[in-house]
């Protein structure tokens, strides 16, 4: 007969049970729960518990809506608005202008601009209200980045990356978290000289169009002097970039408008095309060792704008033109439906609410100075950018 | 439905049965009985006592015992135990969850801070998932707005942080500290 573990500590539940309670609580919780002990701030502050928690945690919707304000939404048949959804973005300068470039597990990417005239990255947990502040290695001015962010599981690593465009061979700069520095990797020449697609005209910036899948991020670019288009893609595991052709049809469809997303866990494009009504998403598809694009969805459909984010139930989330409303396009059915009552939104995403970042910096107090200067003193290592 | 309850889990490897037919399958209402750590005796229908996972194995390694040693269990929680999975397996019988999540939600609701807690490694050791599941949502409920203090004391767990420890804590995320129940 197997005998329960007894380890007498915390009101003698063993550790494993002590976790399973944990579990239920909200991130806020936990984080003054660190103050009960020694051991429970060792066990909640733990990559491990940080993991656990994150692998239940429910999966909710990220709205950035008209009026610069923020909601959270349970991912469910009725959208019901999640009780924590308060919250408050970091301390905000008149003169700064935060745009969200995506988020990962929990963690929302911002892009600070105007402030005083240089950019910086923010990353943002809500859940646990702590937030980082990267300076972007400066670059001068005809210069723009295409943005990317997320997670190496294998690592344990958030990592920010930013491409710079149109420069010839390609500048790429990439932060990791774990490390709290930046790097410049090496771009192949053979990639060209690449910017970002169009803006598409609702105002949100292909720059910030990306499409985040299993440890790789992926922008639709365009090659300056060929006008041919790909995806390019980066892996965060390796630092190491790729390039995925488009099929003919697509790479026929430059003047249309085009942004990429995780759909039917495939890194998908979004077809929009206002002049013969249509919609399209195809989905990179892997068959044995070829990938190719694979046509998911062709609906009539007037007046969309955007295709933002794909619910638990298959649905995706889709903005109308040029009300920027929201709408949920279900591909089975090609019916899509108003969802009024979530108002006008010009971002959404997927989230959970994670003790993310909650690991990050605990050593030194003033963990928060180090990290910018860090990323300050990396900028001088860059001057061969600029 | 209650009739399959009735026959006692047999294995390939029951050989070692004693001669005799085995009569109990005609008993309606077997009694299996649990014997806590602080020598408590517990006669418990064998329906109730199959609720029990670790129980159910011990009968399917050795059939033919008829007292289950619970070496890790003291009477009061496994008491409270027993009185769960007897409404258990009325649901099971007649599956009505709004009256089961009513009587789940009654359960917890008056039981003590403590003898939710001693009941959680029970509930683990004798790996009664559905219990395991209500005792720690209750126990999460009652500390989810509750103040640090109250946490420890509801667990008994010591402060050994220095003042200035637990001060640092607090000032790095004073936010979190905020909107909790008066204890």
Known sequence: MKMAETVDR?????????????????AKCLVRFRSVSKYWNSLITSTEFINIHLAQAKPLLLFHHHNQSYSLRLDNESLDMWSNSEFELPSK????????IGSCNGVICILNTLQDHGQSIILWNPSIGKSLNLALPRLSDPFRGIFGFGFNRQSNDYKFVRVVTPQYPVGCHVYSVKK?????????????????????????SSSYNYAFLN?????????????????????LRNDSFGKVMLSPYLASKLDEWMSILVYDNSVSLFLNDLDTRYIEIWALKKYGAMKLWARKIRINAVGIGLAMVCRQNGEILMTRYPSDEVVSCDPQSKEIRDLKKLGLSDYAGSFVESLALLDELKETENGKVEITQSATSAVSSFKCFH | MSSSTDSPTLTTETTQLSPQPDTETAKPTKKITLKSSDNQIFE??????MEFATVKSFFED????????????????????????????????NPDEAQKK????????????????DMIPVANYLEIKDLLDVLNQAVADRIENKSVEYVRSFFGIDNDFTAEEEAALRREHAWAYEGVDED
């Open chain 2, 102 to 117: 009513k009587y789940n939600a009654e359960f917890v609701t008056e039981k003590s801070d403590k003898d939710l807690v």
């Open chain 2, 44 to 49: 418990v229908e064998e329906s109730v006592a």
């Open chain 1, 10 to 26: 915390d009101g003698g539940l063993p550790e494993d049970l002590l976790i399973t309670i944990l579990m239920a609580l909200p």
């Open chain 2, 62 to 93: 050795s059939p033919s015992t008829d007292t289950v040693p619970l070496p890790n269990v003291t009477a009061k929680p496994l008491s409270q135990v027993i009185e769960f999975c007897k409404e258990q397996i009325k649901f099971k019988a």
């Open chain 1, 93 to 100: 300068r008149e003169d700064d202008d935060f745009q969200i």
């Open chain 1, 180 to 204: 709290r520095s930046w790097k410049a990797i090496d771009v192949s020449p053979a990639l060209g000289c690449i910017k970002p697609i169009p803006s598409v005209l609702w105002g949100r």
């Open chain 1, 215 to 235: 440890g790789v991020l992926h922008w639709i670019v365009d090659r300056e002097e060929f006008g041919s288009r790909f995806v390019l893609s980066f892996d």
